[in-house]
């Protein structure tokens, strides 16, 4: 099949003679890959630098496409059907499989990692409770998007946003977006995206109209937030974007007794404050990425036209191109929010 294949640590390159999975399992569905979506991992396991998806790999988890074979026990899905990939799955055994912690089980299986061959191939095999429906009225590149933006409904559902809350985000990425416009669609009372890049800032806007933006390189973060929440500060704060500046800045802006919200990709051995954290009463959650209703969820707001992600996808490709879309997300010759691959 044709694929985009890490060969070995920066070494992108397109293929087609990649082994095309078949079905093994009675629940196994196989999918057409329509549009994957190149993904902030892709460009550590390019670099060598991801912790489990190591070249040589078909890497790939942000995507849609079209069933094409389903196994004897399948039961919601027949040749033909539109669908996502939540592109992970767990052991359904242990501890946190029963307590429906399935995104923390130890054993897991993630997409484009540890033999599963990933989405930026044209085939993909994968468990029947990783497939959901997509509407008929969403495109596949809708599609392939949902599981960025899951990120942030997974976050936002799980810490409570009403229309009394007020809230930060650090980060205009896809991350960051995917919490703002899922975040709004509990109308909170204030949104606030900060970010160094101008041009994320007004993706951002684009998606999020009713948010205060503020670029922390030129103005002051600290100053804006406490002029808006007159000085308290806002309920929650998400991190988006993970480094030690931003975790302090985050526990600046977040008042007390406050949440701080944590789902960014971290490096180990970054300092936190603790002295903050306990004079501030802060609360300080982490998520690691999403479920299968925070899928549904997306879905749904989608084809109700609560949500709009028109303005998500920068570039391009088909995925003969391979090499150049890596070239754009790693490089970034021009500003980059998603790079989007087509079959
Ligand atoms: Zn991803
Ligand atoms: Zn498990």
Same mark, same amino acid.
């Given at each position: 099949?044709?694929?985009?294949?890490?060969?070995?640590?920066?070494?992108?390159?397109?293929?087609?003679?990649?082994?095309?999975?078949?079905?093994?399992?009675?629940?196994?569905?196989?999918?057409?890959?329509?549009?994957?979506?190149?993904?902030?991992?892709?460009?550590?396991?390019?670099?060598?630098?991801?912790?489990?998806?190591?070249?040589?790999?078909?890497?790939?988890?942000?995507?849609?496409?079209?069933?094409?074979?389903v196994g004897?026990?399948?039961?919601?899905?027949?040749?033909?059907?539109?669908?996502?990939?939540?592109?992970?799955?767990?052991?359904?055994?242990?501890?946190?499989?029963?307590?429906?912690?399935?995104?923390?089980?130890?054993?897991?299986?993630?997409?484009?990692?540890?033999?599963?061959?990933?989405?930026?191939?044209?085939?993909?095999?994968?468990?029947?409770?990783?497939?959901?429906?997509?509407?008929?009225?969403?495109?596949?590149?809708?599609?392939?998007?949902?599981?960025?933006?899951?990120?942030?409904?997974?976050?936002?559902?799980?810490?409570?946003?009403?229309?009394?809350?007020?809230?930060?985000?650090?980060?205009?990425?896809?991350?960051?977006?995917?919490?703002?416009?899922?975040?709004?669609?509990?109308?909170p009372k204030?949104?606030?995206?900060?970010?160094?890049?101008?041009?994320? /800032?007004? #993706?951002? %806007?684009?998606?999020?109209?009713?948010? +205060? @933006?503020?670029?922390?390189?030129? !103005?002051?973060? =600290? *100053?804006?937030?406490?002029?808006?929440?007159?000085?308290?500060?806002?309920?929650?704060?998400?991190?988006?974007?993970?480094?030690?500046?931003?975790?302090?800045?985050?526990?600046?802006?977040?008042?007390?007794?406050?949440?701080?919200?944590?789902?960014?990709?971290?490096?180990?051995?970054?300092?936190?404050?603790?002295?903050?954290h306990q004079?501030?009463?802060?609360?300080?959650?982490?998520?690691?990425?999403?479920?299968?209703?925070?899928?549904?969820?997306?879905?749904?707001? /989608?084809? #109700?036209? %609560?949500?709009?992600?028109?303005?998500? +996808? @920068?570039?391009?490709?088909?995925? !003969?191109?391979? =090499? *150049?879309?890596?070239?754009?997300?790693?490089?970034?010759?021009?500003?980059?929010?998603?790079?989007?691959?087509?079959?």
């Amino acid at each position: 099949m044709r694929a985009g294949y890490f060969e070995a640590v920066r070494v992108a390159c397109f293929r087609n003679d990649c082994p095309e999975p078949q079905i093994e399992k009675p629940d196994d569905v196989k999918i057409r890959i329509r549009n994957c979506g190149i993904c902030g991992s892709e460009v550590h396991a390019y670099h060598g630098k991801h912790p489990f998806r190591i070249p040589p790999i078909v890497s790939g988890h942000e995507a849609a496409g079209d069933v094409v074979e389903v196994g004897p026990e399948v039961k919601d899905f027949r040749v033909g059907d539109r669908v996502v990939i939540e592109p992970h799955y767990g052991c359904g055994k242990c501890w946190y499989c029963r307590h429906g912690l399935y995104n923390v089980c130890p054993d897991k299986k993630v997409l484009g990692a540890g033999g599963w061959s990933g989405a930026l191939g044209e085939y993909v095999v994968t468990p029947e409770k990783t497939v959901v429906h997509l509407a008929d009225k969403l495109s596949y590149e809708e599609g392939a998007l949902i599981e960025p933006v899951a990120n942030g409904m997974y976050a936002v559902r799980n810490v409570g946003i009403t229309p009394e809350t007020s809230l930060c985000i650090i980060g205009a990425g896809p991350i960051g977006i995917g919490d703002a416009i899922c975040a709004r669609l509990w109308n909170p009372k204030l949104i606030v995206i900060a970010d160094i890049s101008d041009f994320n /800032l007004e #993706k951002a %806007k684009l998606m999020c109209p009713e948010a +205060v @933006t503020v670029n922390s390189r030129r !103005e002051s973060l =600290e *100053e804006t937030v406490r002029e808006l929440t007159g000085g308290v500060g806002v309920d929650k704060t998400f991190l988006a974007f993970g480094d030690e500046p931003t975790i302090t800045q985050a526990m600046a802006v977040t008042r007390r007794a406050g949440q701080v919200v944590q789902h960014a990709m971290m490096e180990d051995g970054i300092g936190f404050c603790y002295r903050l954290h306990q004079q501030h009463e802060l609360d300080f959650k982490a998520f690691n990425m999403y479920q299968r209703k925070d899928f549904e969820l997306i879905c749904r707001a /989608l084809a #109700k036209g %609560k949500m709009n992600l028109n303005h998500f +996808v @920068t570039q391009r490709y088909p995925i !003969e191109q391979f =090499e *150049e879309a890596m070239h754009m997300a790693d490089k970034r010759p021009e500003p980059v929010l998603k790079v989007m691959m087509e079959f």
